[in-house]
Every structure is written in structure tokens, then in C-alpha cells.
């Protein structure tokens, strides 16, 4: 995870700590512990293989991290961040490159602005959402919306296989 210090990263880590992923490496070159975990200057500063990446950096720093995911063997990176899309000509034009890089590095981008994986059968989540093997799928394109998912679904007892 390359992060800044903010109220997500609790979060993040107690939902990957609860889907049992071996690791998590902060990174953050201001500082050298985050939340009792050694946070790291750079992805390239983690030892070992690094598989999936969350970023939540300002937009203009993405495509200088995504050299380091491709240098490092990343298989993919998750964008949860704002800061491109096409809402104009100059923040377009970056999610197209960061296309490009992430092509070229050979790993897939979830997002930009995105709030990420939900597979309840892998414990892949980052929102608190009820577990289940429901038959149920939910698509939102909307970042204010999707995160109210899990309080909708709680509330109406539904079971969700899959968000996309």
C-alpha cells in the first residue's frame, strides 16, 4: 500500500488482516512506521514479491509508481484515489497513460476512483459487507454510492457474490 496517513488505512488493514493476506507493506517515504507496521520509502524497498498494490496518492505521483510496479512484478494495482478520469483534457489524457503503463508492466488497474475488490469466496473485501454466496451482483459506477452498499445490504438481508 502506498498511502497517506488518513482514516483508510485502519480500515485496510484490519479487512486484510481478516481475509488472512500474509503482508502488508505501508509505504510512505515521510515516515517510517504507520500504524505499528515499518512503512517503507518505495514499493522497490519491499522485500520479496509484492502481488497486489492500493494506491491512494494524488494523482499527479501515479504514473512515477506505477515504474515501480512494473520493476517490481506487481500483478495489479487498485486506484483508490481520484485525480484522473475525463473530466477534462489533462486528467483524461493520464488515465490513458497510466493504461499505457500498466500494459507495458504486464498488471491490471482497478479503478482510478474506485473502491475496489469484493470476492466474499476469496475474503477479498474492502468494505465491511455481509458474507454470503448469494447469486446477487452489484455494479455501481458511483464512489458516493458503492460504499452505502454494505449498510443496503445489511439492512435488506441480502447476500452479495461479487461487486464489480
Not at 53 to 76: F, Y
Not at 146 to 161: F, G, K
Request: net charge positive.
Amino acid at each position: 500500500m502506498r498511502l497517506r496517513r488518513s482514516w483508510r488505512l485502519p480500515r485496510c488493514r484490519s479487512f486484510s488482516e481478516e481475509a488472512g493476506f500474509p503482508a502488508i507493506y505501508p509505504v510512505n517515504p515521510k515516515y517510517s512506521e504507520v500504524l505499528g507496521l515499518r512503512c517503507h520509502s518505495s514499493l522497490l524497498d519491499i522485500p520479496g514479491e509484492v502481488d497486489h498494490v492500493i494506491v491512494n496518492i494524488p494523482a499527479e505521483s501515479a504514473l512515477e509508481l506505477l515504474d515501480e510496479c512494473a520493476m517490481k512484478g506487481v500483478k495489479s494495482v487498485h486506484f483508490f484515489t481520484a485525480g484522473s478520469g475525463n473530466r477534462t483534457t489533462e486528467k483524461a489524457n493520464l488515465e490513458k497513460d497510466l493504461l499505457v503503463k500498466a500494459r507495458a508492466g504486464g498488471f491490471r488497474i482497478i479503478g482510478p476512483n474506485c473502491i475496489g475488490l469484493y470476492v466474499p469466496r476469496a475474503g477479498c473485501q474492502q468494505l465491511r459487507c455481509p458474507s454470503g454466496t448469494g447469486a446477487n451482483r452489484f455494479i455501481s459506477q458511483s464512489g458516493g454510492h458503492a460504499p452505502e452498499s454494505p449498510d443496503l445490504q445489511r439492512r435488506e438481508r441480502v447476500t452479495i457474490q461479487q461487486d464489480c
